[in-house]
Every structure is written in C-alpha cells, then in structure tokens.
C-alpha cells in the first residue's frame, strides 16, 4: 500500500491556484517526505523515487526566494549596515529603493555572497534601483555613541540621502531608532528574506571593504586588505606588536589584556 501511494505522488506546483494554496501544497509534499524518509529509515531497500526528477526540481524551490517587498504599493527601502563587529574603521549602512517587481537570481544576503558575486551585483543593484544611498559613521563616532548607536546613525544618514522619499522601512536586525517619521519594520535576517535588504547589505559591505583596502596600504601592518578590520588572530597580534590606529575603535576590547594596552 506504502508502494504504491509513494509512487503515485507526484509534486506539482501547477494544480495550485493561488499563493496560499501553493504554500499549503508545500508544507503537505513537505510532511509527506518527512514521513516518507523516516520509513525509508526503517528498511534496508531504496525506492526508485528517489531518481525522481520532480522531487529534485521541488528540493530547488524549497529554497528560499527572497521577496520583492514586504508591503504593496508602497515605496519602500531596505536597510542593512556592515562592519558592527569590528576592532578598526567605520560602520556602513545602506538604504535601497527597488521598483516591486524585481528579482534577481543571484543577489542575497552579502555575507554568504562570494567576493566577486559582491562586487558583480553592485553596479546591478545601482542601476535597477530606483534610488540608493551609502553611508558611514567614524570609528571616533563609534567610540562617542557606541556601535549599536552608530548603526542605527549610518542607516538614517543612508536614508536620508535617498533622491526619494520612502513611505515604509525595512531594516536589518530586530533594533532600530528612526530619526525621522518613516514607519520601518525591523525584520531579524531580513537580508536573506528580502530583495532591497539583501541589496543593502551588499553596498554596505563592497563600499566598507574597499575603504579598509585604501586605509591598508597606510597600515600595512594590521593586514586590513584581507580582515577588513575583524578581529582575526593576526589582527589583534598587530595591535600588540604595533600598537593602535587613529583608525581604531579605542572603546572595543582589542585585546585580552586590554588593560595594559597604551590607547592614547
């Protein structure tokens, strides 16, 4: 009986509908695969249905696509910052205005992005954007607001200089302070959920790495071409050979013995 239910199903995207139907059609093949692995764990034979190519072709679309908005026509940016984490440089922050209907195959969020995929996306996301805007906050103004302030500075400086006024936020993370009246919905990985957010967090992150490549070949030493100014082994080993930067976040704990380290 098993047998022949399992080789009788097939996935079919085509017999739904709407939106809603499709999602309920995913979440049944879903459980029923489930269930189906679970007795395939029990036996010591293989069906042949796992050389079915529509349940390869339904293991695809099981990945997540990344949305083209959050709330209908409405004019809505994505925001994202890079760089919170880091012992030296600034925070970026991004702000990105896409017209609804884009979509793209490759972008995503930055961070699981190649540096190439990076890179190649920028100027796409420049031109198919219907507004964008990069900003920075110093590591001086870090150490005067704390980095969690200077987030939330570097996307409303990117917002602010959008050539168009957004009616709706979408923002990174599940914090924000808005220096203006824009509604905003904090979405936690909400670079991996929506297009103008995955957009954001790749200007922010190819705009910051390239500043830390310049400042590198004024430093040298602290290797910043490659680190970006994280807090590798090689990183801090500089710090204690070397000393600080005026590049540095003296407020951050660079090294373990933080104590005895010279920061004037």
């Known amino acids: 009986m098993l047998i022949r239910v399992l080789k009788n199903k097939e996935i079919r995207n085509d017999e739904c509908k709407n939106e809603k139907e499709f999602s309920v059609q995913k ?16 036996t010591s034979f293989t069906f042949p249905i796992f050389q079915n190519s529509k349940i390869r072709e339904w293991q695809r679309e099981m990945k997540t696509k990344l949305l083209s908005y959050f709330k209908a026509n409405t004019v809505e940016a994505g925001c994202d ?3 919170r984490g880091c012992l030296a440089g600034p925070v970026f922050a991004a702000a990105v205005i896409f017209p609804s209907d884009f979509e793209n195959e490759i972008l995503n969020d930055s961070k699981i992005l190649t540096k190439k995929q990076r890179h190649d996306l920028r100027p796409i996301i420049e031109k198919e954007a219907l507004a964008w805007a990069v900003e920075a906050v110093s590591n001086e103004e870090i150490d005067e607001i704390n980095i969690l302030n200077a987030s939330f500075l570097a996307m409303n400086r990117a917002v602010e200089r959008l050539n168009i006024q957004p009616e709706h ?6 914090r924000f302070r808005t220096q203006s009246k824009i509604p905003f919905m904090c979405m936690i990985k909400g670079d991996g959920r929506f297009f103008s957010i995955a957009a954001a967090s790749v200007l922010a992150k190819t705009y910051r790495d390239d500043f ?4 590198h070949d004024e430093f040298p030493e602290y290797n910043w071409k490659k680190n970006k100014g994280y807090p590798t082994k090689m990183h801090r080993d500089a710090i ?3 000393g600080v930067t005026r590049y540095h976040r003296k407020t951050f704990r660079l090294l373990n013995e933080q104590l005895v380290l010279d920061l004037k």
């Not at 830390?212 to 400042?215: G, L, N």
Request: glycine content about 10%.
């Open 27 to 42: 979440l049944s093949d879903f459980l029923f695969l489930i269930g189906y692995f679970r007795f395939k764990s029990q």
């Open 81 to 83: 910052e890079a760089g």
């Open 169 to 174: 936020l979408l923002i990174d993370g599940n």
């Open 212 to 215: 830390m490549e310049k400042i």
């Open 240 to 242: 204690r050979k070397f």
